[in-house]
């Protein structure tokens, strides 16, 4: 019989073990949920942990009991124990009793759950078991054990709860791939459940399987690391740009708050948020969102308080990609279109909605916006509605317009935009929005008018009305950039993006240094692509 520390005689009886499990059962499931707890908590805070996708353990696959049947632990303690000489020894010192499997999509996934496991050991929050050497088939960890013979590629860890003494059960965690995980699924019921003997050639056959699985699952992380890489650069560049964006409205929102306390209090909550990224601890964005929302009071505060928290709730979503916050965001938003009564004001907070899921990187939700933005305009005109500001509502025709041709342009060449016909989308919405540039003050031509014309344009221009002009120019050279067709038109393009960014208005020169730092980067690679189609 076991005593409090779980110690038997080895080797182990049947009676034994199945008494100790029995009077330990719970406590087993606890620590076994506490571990997996952490995981899970720890899961909203390291980066490296977003990529898991799926945690499961015995009770989840079998539906039943979570701990190992009597019979393999008591095989599994003899083994161990009577090989090392041992009289008598501890069942709590036995792994994968209990334990739970982290599965990624990719080999770096182990890596990365490995590192913010270790991180959670050296912080005391775990406490690791020693365990046999790891192998060295490139896998990063401190406290596991890299795994990869026989096609087998996994990292293993035995961790107990922080407490006193070793008389605590040991959980064992396993990371690894999907296409592993399927492969163990498989080759466990078909190694064994067979009741006769499994020929050597049966057993070299699951071997070489699961190498060929092994090298099929480096290649796909190789080809990923490759995509990702190569796409890594453009995507920083159009984020910077876009949370810009926002950030500009931002501003501009929280200036006119006539309270001054209230506004300073909005300008703190601002460079706390333009601070952010995606990688900001849960609790501190939180208390920025708890802020927001406080002081946004479902438009009832101080005047201009709603639209500057508003504003600063999509900045907020944008900086962090966090949906939670996506959201919020939308309430207010719902919430103030709800409180406007001139169409135009509706329009206004609509773009603001539009925005922010494009500069999150949710290109087709930004889309989706627009087309709803699009589908209204038509219904104003259709009803023939009194307008507070005519010239005003063509102008948010315009940006409409503009933005949809960028956002499709973006996704031009991409799986989302090939469904949705991006490439003809991009250009039917630049030809829609070139056809309202004479109404609201801009060059007739757009790009393709005389430079004297540009200038005018331009430097005539009110502030604010100049800085219109000059992005909606920079849309136009964008969608061009992202739909030529040949290297000629490229070029022309590049060189008036470049004639019109030496006609940056003062107050947009930060903006502008960023947009032409995208969009030339897009047309260097969107060159280079032309180059290589046109030389095969």
Same mark, same amino acid.
């Given at each position: 019989? $076991?005593?409090?520390?779980?110690?038997?005689?080895?080797? $182990?009886?049947?009676?034994?073990?199945?008494?100790?499990? %029995?009077?330990?059962?719970?406590?087993?499931?606890?620590?076994?949920?506490?571990?997996? &707890?952490?995981?899970?908590?720890?899961?909203?805070?390291?980066?490296?942990?977003?990529?898991?996708?799926?945690?499961?353990?015995?009770?989840?696959?079998? #539906?039943?009991?979570? *701990?190992?049947?009597?019979?393999?632990?008591?095989?599994?303690?003899?083994?161990?124990?009577?090989?090392?000489?041992?009289?008598?020894?501890?069942?709590?010192?036995?792994?994968?009793?209990?334990?739970?499997? @982290?599965?990624?999509?990719?080999?770096? #996934?182990?890596?990365?759950?490995?590192?913010?496991?270790?991180?959670? @050991?050296?912080?005391?929050?775990? &406490?690791?078991?020693?365990?046999? /050497?790891?192998?060295?088939?490139?896998? !990063?960890?401190?406290?596991?054990?890299? *795994?990869?013979?026989? #096609?087998?590629?996994?990292?293993?860890?035995?961790?107990?709860?922080?407490?006193?003494?070793?008389?605590?059960?040991?959980?064992?965690?396993? =990371?690894?791939?999907?296409?592993?995980?399927?492969?163990?699924?498989?080759?466990?019921?078909?190694?064994?459940?067979?009741?006769?003997? =499994?020929?050597? %050639?049966?057993?070299?056959?699951?071997?070489?399987?699961?190498?060929? *699985?092994?090298?099929?699952?480096?290649?796909?992380?190789?080809?990923?690391?490759?995509?990702?890489?190569?796409?890594?650069?453009?995507?920083?560049?159009?984020?910077?740009?876009?949370?810009?964006?926002?950030?500009?409205?931002?501003?501009?929102?929280?200036?006119?708050?006539?309270?001054?306390?209230?506004?300073?209090?909005?300008?703190?909550?601002?460079?706390?948020?333009?601070?952010?990224?995606?990688?900001?601890?849960?609790?501190?964005?939180?208390?920025?969102?708890?802020?927001?929302?406080?002081?946004?009071?479902?438009?009832?505060?101080?005047?201009?308080?709603?639209?500057?928290?508003?504003?600063?709730?999509?900045?907020?979503?944008?900086?962090?990609? !966090?949906?939670?916050?996506?959201?919020?965001?939308?309430?207010?938003?719902? =919430?103030?279109?709800?409180?406007?009564?001139?169409?135009?004001? /509706?329009?206004?907070?609509?773009?603001?909605?539009?925005?922010?899921?494009?500069?999150?990187?949710?290109?087709? +939700?930004?889309? %989706?916006?627009?087309?709803?933005?699009?589908?209204?305009?038509?219904?104003?005109?259709? #009803?023939?509605?009194?307008?507070?500001?005519?010239?005003?509502? +063509?102008?948010?025709?315009?940006?409409?317009?503009?933005?949809?041709?960028?956002?499709?342009?973006?996704? =031009?060449?991409?799986?989302?935009?090939? /469904? !949705?016909?991006?490439?003809?989308?991009? &250009?039917?919405?630049?030809?829609?929005?070139?056809?309202?540039?004479?109404?609201?003050?801009?060059?007739?031509?757009?790009?393709?008018?005389?430079? &004297?014309?540009?200038?005018? $344009?331009?430097?005539?221009?009110?502030?604010?009305?100049?800085? %219109?002009?000059?992005?909606?120019?920079?849309?136009?050279?964008?969608?061009?950039?992202?739909?030529?067709?040949?290297?000629?038109?490229?070029?022309?393009?590049?060189?008036?993006?470049?004639?019109?960014?030496?006609?940056?208005?003062?107050? $947009?020169?930060?903006?502008?240094? *960023?947009?032409?730092?995208?969009?030339?980067?897009?047309?260097?690679?969107?060159?280079?692509?032309?180059?290589?189609?046109?030389?095969?």
């Amino acid at each position: 019989m $076991a005593n409090k520390k779980g110690v038997v005689p080895v080797p $182990a009886g049947a009676s034994d073990v199945r008494a100790f499990l %029995e009077a330990n059962r719970d406590r087993f499931k606890s620590d076994l949920h506490a571990v997996r &707890k952490l995981v899970e908590e720890l899961s909203q805070n390291e980066p490296g942990l977003r990529s898991i996708y799926k945690i499961y353990s015995r009770g989840d696959v079998q #539906g039943f009991d979570e *701990l190992k049947t009597a019979r393999k632990v008591r095989l599994k303690f003899n083994e161990f124990n009577e090989g090392r000489g041992l009289s008598e020894a501890s069942l709590f010192d036995v792994p994968d009793i209990v334990g739970f499997t @982290i599965v990624v999509p990719y080999p770096s #996934g182990i890596s990365a759950v490995a590192e913010a496991l270790d991180r959670a @050991i050296d912080a005391k929050r775990l &406490k690791p078991v020693s365990m046999g /050497k790891s192998e060295d088939v490139g896998i !990063r960890t401190k406290h596991g054990r890299a *795994l990869g013979s026989k #096609g087998y590629y996994a990292c293993h860890y035995n961790v107990r709860t922080v407490g006193a003494g070793t008389a605590r059960p040991v959980i064992e965690i396993q =990371i690894k791939t999907l296409l592993h995980d399927a492969w163990g699924a498989k080759t466990h019921d078909l190694t064994y459940k067979p009741s006769g003997r =499994i020929g050597e %050639e049966l057993l070299t056959s699951f071997d070489l399987l699961g190498s060929n *699985l092994a090298n099929l699952d480096q290649q796909s992380d190789a080809l990923r690391t490759s995509i990702v890489r190569s796409s890594e650069v453009r995507e920083r560049k159009r984020r910077a740009v876009q949370v810009a964006v926002l950030g500009e409205i931002a501003v501009s929102t929280v200036q006119i708050v006539p309270d001054t306390a209230l506004r300073a209090a909005l300008e703190g909550i601002q460079t706390r948020v333009m601070a952010m990224n995606e990688d900001t601890r849960p609790e501190i964005s939180e208390q920025a969102s708890r802020d927001l929302l406080g002081i946004f009071d479902d438009g009832g505060g101080a005047p201009g308080s709603s639209l500057a928290a508003s504003t600063l709730l999509c900045l907020l979503a944008a900086v962090t990609r !966090r949906s939670v916050f996506f959201e919020q965001a939308q309430d207010t938003l719902d =919430i103030r279109e709800s409180a406007a009564t001139d169409q135009i004001e /509706k329009l206004q907070i609509k773009l603001n909605g539009m925005l922010a899921p494009f500069a999150g990187g949710d290109t087709a +939700e930004a889309i %989706e916006f627009g087309e709803v933005m699009e589908a209204e305009i038509a219904a104003i005109d259709a #009803g023939d509605a009194k307008l507070s500001d005519p010239g005003k509502f +063509e102008r948010m025709r315009l940006s409409v317009y503009s933005n949809l041709a960028y956002f499709h342009a973006e996704i =031009i060449g991409s799986h989302e935009g090939d /469904k !949705r016909g991006s490439a003809k989308c991009a &250009k039917d919405y630049l030809t829609r929005s070139l056809a309202l540039y004479a109404a609201v003050g801009l060059p007739a031509k757009g790009l393709d008018s005389d430079d &004297k014309d540009i200038v005018d $344009a331009i430097s005539g221009a009110a502030p604010g009305v100049a800085e %219109e002009v000059f992005f909606a120019l920079d849309n136009e050279a964008y969608v061009r950039i992202q739909s030529a067709e040949t290297e000629e038109e490229l070029r022309a393009v590049r060189k008036r993006l470049e004639f019109l960014h030496g006609l940056t208005p003062p107050a $947009a020169a930060d903006l502008a240094r *960023l947009a032409i730092d995208y969009h030339d980067y897009c047309a260097r690679v969107r060159l280079g692509e032309l180059e290589t189609f046109l030389s095969r």
